[in-house]
């Protein structure tokens, strides 16, 4: 069998990514400087912004998805009187208006983006329309006609107004929420245009800015030797804001057998912030993460064995 080239390095590194390069540019450089086998990014940033970006290596690319899942936080600059095809300032100009909204024009419009909210995605993203990428079919020229999906906002605030043609916003929101559609809607919702001009990722799920290593700093590495493995995460790290649960050495061994385990076993340890209908819970078996498991029907069954 081909072994695969690289060192086998498990952990979770957290760029902060410069503006101009995407995101799975980032990806390969870091796996280039650590000349780790395996490695991707959890959740894309368009190249323009700049912010969170955690690469995982080796095992925690099982984890993945509960990152992508994960709250995150945005700050965007809008800058108002110029709509553009792509939503950002890379665009090209669509429309102008001479409006420009007031502050609390802005804060009377923003409960309407707060909560479970329809949103049309930009046609500069990433999705999949019979089987193209929606920018590819844009560049090309037939920009598709994306239909409304739900989003989650969990908070939009107005944070600052630079002035009359800045505003600069904060958001928390769940996964898939596109910050050049909140941006383009709000400044619709308040009479005018605009687009984002500036974008940066605070925090993605439990990881924050504190966490953040410049890409620069990954790269200047003394004589060509491989980063140091010092600079990642455990693997657990982005499990954190699952709850834990506290299992048994044999309930751990049932569990890697793919056995499901009662929930009247469990009666105790389920922690209050857990549903035990449907929630996901961080398995712990001797100080270490042993699943993610899933609870329902009277039952905790594994969804992933780490």
Same mark, same amino acid.
């Given at each position: 069998?081909?072994?695969? @080239?690289? /060192?086998? &390095?498990?952990?979770?590194?957290?760029?902060?990514?410069? !503006?101009?390069?995407?995101?799975?540019?980032?990806? #390969?450089?870091?796996?280039?400087?650590?000349?780790?086998?395996?490695?991707?990014?959890?959740?894309?940033?368009?190249?323009?912004?700049?912010? &969170?970006?955690?690469?995982?290596?080796?095992?925690?690319?099982?984890?993945?998805?509960?990152?992508?899942?994960?709250?995150?936080?945005?700050?965007?600059?809008?800058?108002?009187?110029?709509?553009?095809? !792509?939503?950002?300032?890379?665009?090209?100009?669509?429309?102008? !208006?001479?409006?420009?909204?007031?502050?609390?024009?802005?804060?009377?419009? &923003?409960?309407?983006?707060?909560? #479970?909210?329809?949103?049309?995605?930009?046609?500069? !993203?990433?999705?999949?329309? #019979?089987?193209?990428?929606?920018?590819?079919?844009? @560049?090309?020229?037939?920009?598709?006609?994306?239909?409304?999906?739900?989003?989650?906002?969990?908070?939009?605030?107005?944070?600052?107004?630079?002035?009359?043609?800045?505003?600069?916003?904060?958001?928390?929101?769940?996964?898939?929420?596109?910050?050049?559609?909140?941006? /383009?809607?709000?400044?619709?919702?308040?009479?005018?245009?605009?687009?984002?001009?500036?974008?940066?990722?605070?925090?993605?799920?439990?990881?924050?800015?504190?966490?953040?290593?410049?890409?620069?700093?990954?790269?200047?590495?003394?004589? #060509?030797a491989p980063a140091s493995p010092e600079l990642l995460l455990p693997v657990a790290t982005a499990l954190a804001d699952i709850p834990a649960l506290a299992v048994t050495e044999s309930q751990a061994r049932a569990l890697s057998y793919g056995q499901a385990i009662? &929930?009247?076993?469990?009666?105790?340890?389920?922690? $209050?912030?857990? $549903?035990?209908?449907?929630?996901?819970?961080?398995?712990?078996?001797?100080?270490?993460?042993?699943?993610?498991?899933?609870?329902?029907?009277?039952?905790?069954?594994?969804? @992933?064995?780490?």
């Amino acid at each position: 069998m081909r072994r695969r @080239r690289g /060192r086998a &390095l498990d952990g979770w590194l957290i760029v902060d990514k410069p !503006s101009h390069v995407t995101s799975t540019d980032v990806v #390969n450089k870091v796996r280039r400087a650590f000349d780790a086998q395996k490695a991707g990014h959890g959740g894309t940033l368009d190249p323009l912004a700049t912010g &969170l970006l955690p690469v995982a290596f080796g095992r925690a690319t099982k984890t993945v998805p509960y990152v992508m899942d994960g709250t995150k936080t945005y700050r965007f600059t809008l800058r108002i009187g110029e709509s553009r095809d !792509s939503d950002d300032a890379e665009g090209a100009v669509t429309a102008t !208006s001479e409006a420009r909204p007031t502050d609390d024009m802005f804060r009377a419009a &923003l409960p309407a983006f707060v909560g #479970n909210i329809m949103q049309v995605p930009p046609v500069y !993203s990433a999705l999949k329309v #019979n089987g193209e990428r929606a920018y590819d079919m844009a @560049r090309d020229g037939r920009p598709p006609d994306l239909p409304p999906r739900p989003a989650r906002v969990d908070r939009f605030e107005l944070i600052d107004r630079p002035d009359a043609d800045t505003a600069v916003f904060e958001v928390e929101s769940g996964k898939g929420v596109y910050m050049r559609a909140l941006a /383009r809607d709000i400044a619709l919702a308040c009479g005018t245009v605009g687009h984002v001009a500036a974008l940066r990722r605070l925090r993605v799920g439990p990881f924050s800015e504190a966490d953040a290593i410049m890409l620069d700093k990954i790269l200047a590495t003394d004589d #060509n030797a491989p980063a140091s493995p010092e600079l990642l995460l455990p693997v657990a790290t982005a499990l954190a804001d699952i709850p834990a649960l506290a299992v048994t050495e044999s309930q751990a061994r049932a569990l890697s057998y793919g056995q499901a385990i009662s &929930l009247f076993d469990l009666m105790g340890s389920i922690p $209050d912030a857990c $549903d035990p209908d449907g929630g996901l819970v961080r398995v712990m078996g001797g100080g270490r993460v042993v699943a993610l498991c899933r609870l329902g029907e009277g039952l905790m069954r594994s969804e @992933r064995l780490l």
